[in-house]
């Protein structure tokens, strides 16, 4: 245990040294917001990438994930949908989680786009998007509605799958493309509403790949999910989010 815990330092210590964070804010409507800009050391220009959370809110964990995909590279502006709310229970996560009103989401999330676009140091035509469980539906909402998205990353997203396969017009408004990250053992998203919506994408011309790993369950990539937390699947996910987005991002 106590080696394990020094090799996590020590990849703290080696990302922390390849980027660097900082507070920001910026406008959504008439209100100010707040998020984490976390950049590849050097002067850029830089892929941006958009980091949603999970229904716990901006909490350490998705914080770390911003961190790694900088020192990958990129412009990372970790999101707080809850306005600086962090859930520590799972009753608390649903209550704030529910508490978030779409229309304001939506904004929100366009506001971010809009703020990496406006940054000198990002590249504004190679702005991505990633999110995990609530954050992952997010992530395909933003695609839904940003047609300049570049990239869009949905880790067991908690989205209708099955009505929107049934929405063309929908669908045909992603441009996008889509990496999904799945655990067959999800019982909150249906393998077979998964496939449904991804045959779907495919017969309409849209560029995704979908992975559903069949031991996993959901949020099944973060280790504060104790028993349900899969360190090889963890691990292959992330891997594929990496080349997904070296290969979408870096052009």
Not at 121 to 129: P, Y
Request: proline share 5%; charged share 25%; hydrophobic share 40%.
């Amino acid at each position: 245990m106590k080696s394990v815990f020094i090799c996590c330092i020590l990849l703290l210590l080696e990302i922390s040294a390849l980027a660097t964070s900082k507070d920001v804010t910026y406008k959504s409507g008439n209100e100010t917001v707040h998020g984490i800009l976390y950049t590849p050391n050097g002067k850029g220009p830089f892929p941006g990438i958009i980091v949603i959370h999970e229904y716990w809110g901006l909490n350490d964990w998705v914080k770390e994930q911003a961190s790694k995909l900088a020192a990958q590279g990129y412009a990372a502006l970790a999101i707080d949908l809850y306005r600086g709310k962090v859930a520590t229970t799972p009753n608390e996560a649903h209550e704030f989680m529910g508490g978030v009103p779409p229309d304001r989401a939506k904004r929100d999330l366009e506001a971010a786009f809009n703020f990496l676009a406006s940054r000198p140091n990002v590249k504004k035509d190679r702005i991505g998007a990633i999110g995990w469980c609530m954050g992952g539906g997010y992530a395909l909402g933003l695609a839904l509605e940003e047609p300049k998205l570049a990239a869009d990353v949905i880790n067991y997203g908690v989205f209708d799958y099955a009505s929107l396969a049934k929405d063309q017009a929908a669908i045909k408004k992603i441009n996008a493309p889509i990496l999904g990250i799945f655990g067959a053992q999800d019982r909150g998203i249906p393998a077979d509403d998964l496939r449904k919506f991804w045959d779907q994408l495919a017969k309409l011309g849209k560029k995704a790949d979908f992975s559903i790993y069949p031991d996993a369950g959901h949020a099944f990539e973060n280790p504060n999910n104790k028993d349900g937390y899969r360190p090889k699947d963890a691990q292959d996910a992330w891997n594929k989010t990496v080349r997904f987005f070296a290969s979408t991002l870096n052009k």
